[in-house]
T-cell receptor, first 106, second 114 residues
Framework: GEDVEQSLFLSVREGDSSVINCTYT??????LYWYKQEPGAGLQLLTY?????DMKQDQRLTVLLNKKDKHLSLRIADTQTGDSAIYFC??????FGAGTTVTVRA | GAVVSQHPSRVICKSGTSVKIECRSL??????MFWYRQFPKKSLMLMAT?????????EQGVEKDKFLINHASLTLSTLTVTSAHPEDSSFYIC??????????FGQGTRLTVV
């Protein structure tokens, strides 16, 4: 099976919060990442979290890590149209999930 | 964040020819660079890990003679797709690591083989 799994699609209304979930298998991952990819572009590192942390907040982004369940989430507060993109989570070895396509509707 | 530049961003080549893609870390030295391939609506597939001054480590199923990787300096890695075929058409992305855990990605190269 896949090392990193994500839901494939998320539709959210502008101004609401988006929550993207991810599960991973490598319990030795030291860091876990969230990347953003806009159409036809490369990946942009959004944030990362050390495995010994439960939460990390960076402006509108909040990362939650449940190491016991190997579950990672990314919350985007006050979602804007510019947040429409594909979001990838990744383990330390840069094994990526399939990506969650976030669509922001007015 | 740090800048990784990938060139070219788009390339069209004839079947049977070779194409070289460059990946440069512009403002930091990258001891390790990674090459990925991305299929439409799919995640990134790691092709190989490139360490400066040594041979690249290829993932299972990736032909090392077809996808030649050279990491000549701490700021440059190249991927050459040799004898390209239409099935090699894809989006190729490189990444470079600074101080772990930061990994930064190039903007990608869209390769079309006709």
């Amino acid at each position: 099976g896949e090392d990193v799994e994500q839901s494939l699609f998320l539709s959210v209304r502008e101004g609401d919060s988006s929550v993207i979930n991810c599960t991973y298998t490598d319990s030795s991952s030291t860091y876990l990442y969230w990347y953003k990819q806009e159409p036809g572009a490369g990946l942009q590192l959004l944030t990362y979290i050390f495995s010994n942390m439960d939460m990390k907040q960076d402006q509108r982004l909040t990362v939650l890590l449940n190491k016991k369940d190997k579950h990672l989430s990314l919350r985007i507060a006050d979602t804007q149209t510019g947040d429409s993109a594909i979001y990838f989570c990744a383990e330390s070895k840069l094994s990526f999930g399939a990506g969650t396509t976030v669509t922001v509707r007015a | 964040g740090a800048v990784v530049s990938q060139h070219p961003s788009r390339v069209i080549c004839k079947s049977g020819t070779s194409v070289k893609i460059e990946c440069r870390s512009l403002d930091f030295q990258a001891t390790t660079m990674f090459w990925y391939r991305q299929f439409p609506k799919k995640s990134l597939m790691l092709m190989a890990t490139s360490n400066e001054g040594s041979k690249a480590t290829y993932e299972q199923g990736v032909e090392k003679d077809k996808f030649l990787i050279n990491h000549a300096s701490l700021t440059l890695s190249t991927l050459t797709v040799t004898s390209a075929h239409p099935e090699d058409s894809s989006f190729y992305i490189c990444s470079a690591t600074r101080n772990p855990p930061e990994a930064f990605f190039g903007q990608g190269t869209r390769l079309t083989v006709v």
